[in-house]
């Protein structure tokens, strides 16, 4: 019996084995994203506590690099876009059921936050700095006077916007390496790694970079944490999340994530921050920039990963 030649429409190189249609834009546009959220939620967090004056760094000066994270971010978002002239649609549109839809309206509210949070403290920065017209010191003297609502706004949608980062990559059902709950909160916990890296980098209090370095320690052991229960959690699972799984475990990806995200990016710069907690003089640039590199790394190998990931037919 002569056997019958089946092709399909799927064997495309834009479809199946890779969805190759996810380049660099979007794993960039998610860790500048999940960065900025880490920074502002945790400047908020502390001035809610009433701890401004005690890290004065890390709610006044760091999250004066989150308008621009946001702003490269959305950047390089829309430089992925394949019709650019249409991209007020996601504002015009509300999908409730809609990641993206979600993301689009939370930038919305996150970004405006972050420039006026920036302004509010921009005196700290620049003493002399002196606003031209009357109005802005009206406008000024309104937000300070509700700052505390604006820290509340600032840290419900940074704690949002981190989770999303994740979300977005996991309502895709169709690869299998995304489709898990635990990228929402993976995602949130490096982004607020590093952040707490940027106040590290650039604190010069003694104290508070102690302090940063005890929360980044506790954050790695969140990320470790979750990695972990995600690779257990893909083998207990379906073959084709197995497979998925496979790709770090002796697969393409095992070099590049066990050793850029975990080992460069987590487990030295941990090391390198409890030796500097336990007297040894550890240049606090150093763990710092590992750990935003790992942060990086982590979104890019994830994205890459994520798209090769797919289910057996």
Known sequence: MEEELLV??????????QLNIWHWQIPLYLFLGGMAAGIL???ALYF?????????TAVRLTPFLAPMLLVFGLVALFVDLRHKLFFWQLYVNIKLQSPMSWGAWVLMVITPVSFIWCALHIKDIFPNWDWKFKWIYDIESFFNKYKKVLAWIMLIYG???GIYTGILLSAFNARPLWNTS???PLFLSSGLSAGAAATLILSKN???????ARIDLVLIGIELFLIIHMFMGFLASTQVQIEAAKLFLGGPYTMSFWIFVVIMGMLIPALLEFMELGKFHI???VPAVLVIFGSLMLRFII???GQVSRWLY
């Open 206 to 212: 003694k104290e508070e970079r102690k302090q940063f």
């Open 283 to 285: 240049p606090a640039i």
């Open 303 to 305: 994205v890459y990963a």
């Open 48 to 56: 809610i506590r009433g701890r401004e004056k005690d890290y004065s």
């Open 159 to 161: 704690i949002i916007l």
């Open 8 to 17: 399909s429409g799927r064997m495309n190189h834009l479809i199946d084995p």
């Open 182 to 184: 635990i990228l929402g």
């Open 41 to 43: 939620s945790i400047a």
